[in-house]
């Protein structure tokens, strides 16, 4: 059964750092591309950064670009996403998940399997 769960959300002053943590077992991790999602309250879920199954290749969110930052370790199982300067519209639930096909797209509905997310605040 492939399990997928995040960690590290909290609550962050404008400006400050959080690194989330998303470790999957019940997989073949390495072969899986691996993207980040949010979803603000009221709003529809949207698309952070994703990497490819190797970790050559990674997408982001115009949003987020310059300040977020994802990365893999297919030893750990483990996929990251560093978001530093944080704004409080990046308040939201992070979910990470998981796409077989390997390439990261940034639709979430290429996406195979999904974590139960993890809550960032950020406060003004």
């Known amino acids: 059964q492939v399990q997928l769960v995040e960690s590290g959300g909290g609550l962050v002053q404008a400006g400050g750092s959080l690194k989330l943590s998303c470790a999957a077992s019940?997989?073949?991790?390495?072969?899986?591309?691996m993207g980040w999602f949010r979803q603000a309250p009221g709003k529809e879920r949207e698309f952070v950064s994703s990497?490819?199954?190797?970790?050559?290749?990674?997408y982001y969110a115009d949003f987020v670009k310059g300040r977020f930052t994802i990365s893999r370790d297919d030893a750990k199982n483990t996929v990251y996403l560093q978001m530093n300067s944080l704004k409080p519209e990046d308040t939201a639930v992070y979910y990470c998940?998981?796409?077989?096909?390997?390439?990261?797209?940034?639709?979430?509905?290429?996406?195979?399997?999904w974590g139960q997310g993890t809550r960032v605040t950020v406060s003004s």
């Open positions: 990497t490819d199954w190797s970790g050559s290749s990674t």
């Open positions: 998940a998981a796409e077989g096909a390997g390439h990261g797209s940034t639709d979430g509905h290429e996406y195979d399997y």
């Open positions: 019940g997989m073949r991790f390495s072969s899986y591309a």
